[in-house]
């Protein structure tokens, strides 16, 4: 069983900064691959940026540039740092994990990221 927590959501201005982390626990050995996810009001979840067991990481357009993900020293944290921020970045946001094996992704409790304008 692996466990997410994510934190480091928060309210910050238009062109502002924030780092989100994700830390797993329980079997991560098991983990592929993590990535993070973003869900507006009334929308479905969409990916933001994802990165494997070899460090291989991908954006969606509308992020890149702008965001990075990456993993910790001890491969079971994965954070997301999301510079030049704007509104429509605002939502939920999820971590989410790959385990090998299983079709079904796991998924944190979300933190909630507010960009004003």
């Known amino acids: 069983q692996v466990q997410l927590v994510e934190s480091g959501g928060g309210l910050v201005q238009a062109g502002g900064s924030l780092r989100l982390s994700c830390t797993a626990s329980?079997?991560?050995?098991?983990?592929?691959?993590m990535g993070w996810y973003r869900q507006a009001p009334g929308k479905q979840r969409e990916m933001v940026a994802v990165?494997?067991?070899?460090?291989?990481?991908d954006y969606s357009d509308s992020v890149k540039d702008r965001f990075t993900i990456s993993r910790g020293n001890d491969k079971n944290t994965v954070y997301l740092q999301m510079n030049s921020l704007k509104p429509e970045d605002t939502g939920v946001y999820y971590c989410?994990?790959?385990?090998?094996?299983?079709?079904?992704?796991?998924w944190g409790q979300g933190t909630l990221v507010t960009v004003s304008s």
């Open positions: 989410t994990a790959h385990l090998r094996g299983e079709s079904n992704n796991i």
């Open positions: 329980g079997s991560v050995f098991s983990i592929n691959a």
């Open positions: 990165i494997t067991s070899g460090s291989y990481t």
